[in-house]
């Protein structure tokens, strides 16, 4: 396949276009890679259209993220775009585990920093807190950490959708 003119097709934010753009990438390793530098130096909006269509591939296509979820975690903290932080976190909800020690304490360290940490958007803290909750599942020894936590920030949380997810989480981590 040729390269993809990415800058030229992703002219605005629609759904439609962003599926027609991830059905033409299909499953051509080159194209997405283009897409995930673009989410990382890109300009606004580009940026954030290349992530979203980032997102949509992977997730038709899940192996394709697999060579760069390690360097997401360890970048994550550092993104400065919002819309590009929350299309990586939406990525990482279900993409939550690799093998690489660094980058898996690293993102739990963010993560926890973030939830806790009310200046953050709604969406990255219920994001932090489901990517949390996954890690958990595959360190069983962070689940009374996070609980400690979410018992502890949990009332002074002002979405209740939030806190709602907090304690559907706090439910599902003691069980």
Known sequence: MSKLDFPSILTDSSRALMDYTASVVGYDTRQFKELINMAYQAKSPLCMRAARVADAC?????????PYLAKMMKDLSGIKDMAVKRVFMHILTRHSWVDDEEAMGMLVDTLFRWMQDDSQAISVRAYSLVILENIAKQYPELKSELTAVLKETLPYWDSTGLQTLGTKTIKRLTR
């Open 58 to 66: 992977c997730e038709r296509n899940p192996e394709l993220i697999r």
